[in-house]
């Protein structure tokens, strides 16, 4: 069965900037680098049975972190490559975590991804963080464990808006 993220549904973020923003494809290690749901038993990796995303993790997460952006009205554009921006800035990101946790008999979803903001004339980087998300899975099964992802990086791409808008 095929789940897809839908990321927040709104973005409330103070301020504002005329700045034109480039998300490339986050880098990921080849275990998220794929269509898998990824279960962690301590260290322990497997994939969630009969379930995945409907692209690779990092291309649907560049595309849920773009709605992120436009859902906030806080930027004058943001966009991929190839898409002919005159960018100001990038938003560089890794993921580190995105999986449904399990811990004894209990489990939980866990997102957590790197974050630099770069100038794109200089190359320099002007802020870096690392944003965690967390949620809880009601129940063992693909729809929850989605669910508990969706609540978790709701929570990161919020946060990396925010905090994008505040610094440059």
Known sequence: M????TGPESVKAGGGTAAQILIPEPVALQVLDSQRIVVSKGDKITYYPDAQWPDRLPKLLQSRTIEAFERSHKVRAVGRPGQGLSIDYQVVTEIRSFEYRVTGDKGYAHVE?????MDDRTG??????VFTGEAPVEKD???SVVSGLNSAISQVLVNIVRWTVTRI
């Open 141 to 143: 099964n693909a729809a």
């Open 113 to 117: 991804i790197a974050a630099k903001i």
């Open 124 to 129: 320099r980087v002007i802020s870096n963080r």
């Open 2 to 5: 095929t789940f897809d993220l």
